[in-house]
């Protein structure tokens, strides 16, 4: 079965090399099918919802064309009970994507959503509807259920619709979560894909492809395919559907380890990595139901309240750092910046002002593992370890701070979660084993990829003492950037029970098995 694509989306040719401009459509592609001439609009790539609290959560949509949006949400699925929202306009500035933070909702209550779009040109042609749901975050104890994980669609695996697609979104969706934490490298806009890959064990890796992933992205349409690419797929969809996700972004969304002192390659010819930046942000924030973008322009960091047991606080770790180096300063100053002062202090606030039994920091990168700028020749630092095993310096201080504030301030039962690495690991940091030692104990969970390469472990840093509980990476013989049809692809899973409070922490693969799981008392304050 073949689809004409729609002139829009085949802007700058829908596959490389398809002079007939047709795709073939299995089960794992998500792509509408439809004719562009034909008078109707097209919801492109189907429905998300994001940042829920009790009473709000933000609604995400695409056309084909300008067009009007019309959302309405229900309590029941059969919409009886329908209330609309204010219409928006999709139009060439936003690529046609719509999102608006959906206020006044029913706390803790399973939340149905649809969307038609207008077209502009004429009014009464009308698309098909679109549904979608999720839950609202409740104000009295109930159990709270949520995935993690990171990393989408890099080192050039793609949708391999013989293998299945991104069959971990799939796995994920077993759990009905009530939401999902997107640790970052939500895409990869630096790694080009090629058609096909041959592997070791002699078959052919076999992406579908989209002119936006032949290349390094550099345009604002460029970054905004790499999300397009990634919600073609079937499982990315009926997830998105289900689940809302919390979203926070790392470097792969502009570039390989970028910060201010980041030279780009021979593969760009925009060379201003600020340039960069900023397209790949706005991309970002038009693609991802975030909602601070609806308030605070290209702000990522913020807290999700999700009821009396759970807060979350994204962390950004790539915006406000200063240029990579060797990380080695004794003292904080302009080279050391890594949150920086403003989010350092709002974190700090939050942390202290928190309510909720336990205070999960979602954090793009690990604290303890080295990750190196240079890996090839093991030089500068990427995320905040120096690989000196001293005490704090450079960008440590920054969370050597941090961790002082929350002991001082007896601020309990803080866990960090995060990606990054692509593998799966659980941290225990104790001030014991550690050469800045004036901080509490705390856990840090690693997961990833969702749907990329394999690599791994990396080594630990023993400034804050990290202790490996548990770690599954590929072996030596194994070797680096595994494909996904390894079986090498990760997620967390937490569950906090409405009773005793304790959360549970669960390592899983792509095939669903438990790996690894930790049952976690909270502390209660004396």
């Known amino acids: 079965m073949t689809i004409r694509i729609q002139n829009e989306i085949t802007r700058r040719g829908l596959l490389r090399g398809a002079a007939t401009g047709t795709l073939a459509l299995a089960g794992t592609l998500a792509m509408p099918a439809y004719v562009r001439a034909q008078s109707r609009p097209i919801i492109t790539h189907g429905l998300q919802s994001g940042d829920i609290g009790a009473t709000h959560g933000v609604m995400w949509a695409r056309a084909d064309r300008p067009s009007k949006a019309i959302i309405e949400w229900s309590t029941t699925e059969s919409f009886a009970d329908a209330r609309r929202l204010p219409a928006l306009d999709a139009l060439p500035e936003t690529d046609y994507a719509v999102k608006i933070l959906a206020e006044g909702l029913p706390a803790d209550q399973q939340v149905f959503w649809r969307v038609q779009f207008h077209d502009l040109a004429d009014i009464n042609a009308v698309s098909e509807p679109m549904t979608a749901s999720f839950r609202t975050a409740p104000t009295e104890k109930r159990e709270v259920s949520f995935v993690w994980s990171g990393d989408t669609a890099g080192q050039g695996w793609g949708i391999d619709e013989d293998r299945g697609g991104m069959t971990i979104y799939a796995t994920m969706l077993k759990h009905r979560p ?77 570039t390989n380890n970028w910060s201010p002192s980041k030279t780009l390659d021979e593969r760009y010819g925009e060379k201003s990595v600020y340039v960069l930046a900023a397209r790949a942000a706005r991309a970002f924030h038009e693609m991802m139901p975030t909602a601070t973008s609806l308030s605070e322009p290209q702000r990522i960091y913020r807290k999700v309240a999700y009821g009396p047991l759970l807060d979350v606080f994204f962390i950004d770790m790539r915006t406000y750092r200063a240029a990579n180096s060797d990380n080695t300063q004794p003292q904080e100053g302009a080279e050391t910046v890594f949150l920086g002062a403003d989010q350092r202090a709002w974190l700090k606030q939050e942390l202290k002002a928190s ?4 205070k999960v920091i979602a954090a793009d990168m690990p604290l303890g593992l080295i990750v190196w700028d240079d890996g090839k020749n093991k030089k500068g630092s990427e995320a905040i370890a120096n690989a000196d095993n001293g005490p704090a310096a450079g960008r440590e201080l920054e969370f050597a701070d941090l961790l002082k504030f929350i002991k001082d301030e007896r601020i309990l039962n803080t866990v960090w979660l995060t990606a990054d690495v692509h593998y799966t ?8 084993k550690a050469a800045f030692q004036d901080f509490e104990p705390f856990w840090e969970f690693v997961s990833g990829p969702l749907h990329a390469g394999t690599f791994g472990p990396n080594d630990l840093d023993m400034t804050f003492g990290p202790e490996v509980r548990y770690v599954k990476a590929p072996t030596p013989e194994q070797g680096a950037n595994l494909p996904p049809s390894m079986g090498l692809q990760f997620y967390g899973h937490v569950r906090i029970a409405p009773d005793s409070e304790v959360m549970t922490v669960t390592l899983r693969d792509v095939a669903d098995a438990d790996l690894w799981s930790i049952d976690l008392e909270p502390k209660r304050a004396s």
Request: glycine letters at 4%; zero cysteines.
């Open 178 to 254: 009530d939401f999902f934490i997107h640790s970052g490298d939500t895409v990869y806009a630096d790694g080009p894909m090629k058609e096909t890959v041959d592997l070791k064990d002699g078959t052919v890796w076999k992406n579908v492809m989209i002119e936006e992933k032949a290349e390094v992205a550099e345009s604002l349409a460029d970054f905004r395919g790499q999300y397009k690419y990634n919600m073609m797929d079937r499982n990315v969809q009926a997830f998105n559907a289900a689940v809302p996700m919390l979203a926070q972004w790392d470097d792969h969304e502009v």
């Open 425 to 432: 690991a659980a941290h225990y940091y104790s001030p014991e």
């Open 355 to 358: 309510r909720a039994t336990w």
